[in-house]
Each structure stands twice: as C-alpha cells, then as structure tokens.
C-alpha cells in the first residue's frame, strides 16, 4: 500500500509521543471553553504515516484521552503563561527542551526581539518544520531549531546555535523528568544550571506513575508501559533547591479547578489509587549547589 500523499516519516520511539500530546492539544483546541487554542496541532496528527504511528488519527488508545485530556491542556495553559510571565520581565533567550510538536513558537505573543530554541532529536524537528512548512506558519519570535540528542552533553552544542550562556534563559521542559532514571534527571538539572544565568527560569511538570495510567499506555502500546522511569527521587523543590533554583511547586488537583476544570482521574484524591503531578516555576538564584 503506497504511503499517503499527505504522511511524511514519522517520529519513532520516544518521539513518537509528541504526537499523542498533538492529538490532546487538537482536541483542547476544539472546545469552546479551551484553556489554550493550537491551530497547528491536528495537521501534525493527519500528516503522520498512519502505518507507522501510534497517534496517527485522532491519538486515542481506550481510555487514554478521557484520563488524559485535562492534564495536558491544564498543563500546558500553565506552562505557557510561565514563558509568557518570564518574558514580560524581560528574558528574551527561550529554550525548549525536546520540544516535539510544540508550536509556542507561533502561537504564543512574544515581545519584541525574543529569541526560541526548539531543542529535540532530528528526525523530531524535520517532520514538525515540514508540515509547518506546508501551512505557510509564520512564528512569532525568531526561531531556531536545534536538533541534538540531550543525553548527550548538549550545553556546549546548543551554543553553537547562537544560545548565549551569559545571558538570562526561560527554559521549558515539559513532559521529560517521568522519563528519566533518577540519576539521569540529576544530570539533566545539572546541564541545564550549567548554562543558566543567575535570573534564568526553569518551567516543568512531573507526575506519579499509577495502575490506572500504566494500563492506558499499554492499551496503546507495551512499548509505553517502559516510558516511564520515575524521574527524580526526592521532592521537586529540595531537588531543584540543592542546585540553586528557587521553586514554586503546584499541585495539578489543585490547579484545574483554578482553570475551571476537573481534577484528571489518575490525580484526583478522591479516588482510589490516585497519584500525584506536579506543575513547577523556578528561578535561579545562585550557581550550581551540587
């Protein structure tokens, strides 16, 4: 069967999941009381290869949206009004770090004269330009992708793409640490401070894994079940204290009622089994500690 004129070479691997975030993203965007509206996120979904996604449609394995659905859009209005909030105080170099099919680029309002890294693997960044490309999108800032791998000892590459060190950074990383062995997430946090100027900011997510999201992901795929690795072993704020960051850590069972939203089922208190994410600004206030 000859591949769609309209699919391009997918995403594979841990990859491939920036597509189901998409799929979440379209759906938010469809409803008329969204927390956020991404008119490029169901494009990155139709133009997937339907033979080799596991997103390609409209990214539902049972059960995934409906447990799902509220925990990305809270998250990324929240996440978003925290790029926003540390570019109105004035940084102008942004970093997204594996970014995916993130489009803050173009449909966030940015001041004048900021600058945004989208960082993540190539085969990432060149499905995600080319169907950009195709809707003629326009981003709002200047854009630069950076195609490097960050297990890797990315810092000094990043630089070559005109990142500047010396200078205040607004740094996301939204959807990574439960994907990192803890030791893994330490590194992480430490390249990132590495880089980071005293008043750089750091925003993020983390959650608790549980039963019910383990069989969700396995309804999609076994492969998803090994996403998961925990993230790092203390509590958000000791850890990105003991490196200089000072933290402000949100509940998510608290949030989404602040955004008019249900808590998601797998974080809500009042059921069994329940765990617990996480939704975190921080500001770096002095160098490394570690």
């Known amino acids: 069967m000859a591949q769609q004129a309209n699919s391009h070479p997918t995403p594979t ?66 996440l978003d009004q925290a790029l926003l909030d540390s570019a109105g105080a004035g940084i102008t170099q942004v970093v997204l770090l594996a970014c995916g099919m993130d489009s803050r680029a173009f449909r966030l309002n940015w001041p004048p004269g900021t600058v945004v890294h989208e960082v993540d693997q190539p085969e990432v960044l060149a499905f995600k330009s080319t169907v950009l490309d195709e809707l003629h999108a326009q981003p709002r800032c200047r854009r630069v992708s950076v195609a490097l791998d960050l297990r890797s000892d990315w810092p ?21 640490l439960y994907a990192l062995e803890p030791d893994s997430a330490d590194v992480f946090l430490d390249r990132i401070g590495s880089c980071s100027a005293v008043g750089s900011t750091l925003a993020l997510d983390h959650n608790e894994d549980s039963e019910l999201l383990r069989a969700a992901r396995a309804a999609i795929s076994p492969e998803l079940v090994s996403l998961w690795r925990g993230g790092p072993s203390e509590d958000l704020a000791t850890w990105l204290g003991r490196r200089g960051w000072k933290a402000e850590i949100r509940d998510l069972a608290q949030v989404a009622p602040e955004y008019g939203r249900p808590v998601p089922p797998p974080f809500n208190p009042k059921r069994d089994g329940a765990v617990r994410a996480w939704l975190a600004t921080a500001h770096k206030t002095a160098k490394n500690a570690s």
């Not at 990043?158 to 607004?170: C, E, M, N």
């Open 156 to 176: 000094a590459e990043l630089a070559k793409f005109g990142f500047d060190p010396g200078k205040p950074t607004a740094w996301l990383a939204e959807g990574i």
């Open 13 to 78: 691997g841990v990859g491939a999941t920036s597509l189901g975030v998409a799929a979440l993203r379209a759906r938010e965007s469809c409803r008329t009381n969204r927390l956020f509206n991404d008119p490029y996120a169901q494009a990155f979904v139709e133009r997937a290869d339907r033979r080799g996604s596991l997103w390609a449609g409209d990214g539902s394995g049972p059960g995934f949206l409906e447990l799902m659905a509220d925990q990305v859009a809270v998250r990324t209005r929240f």
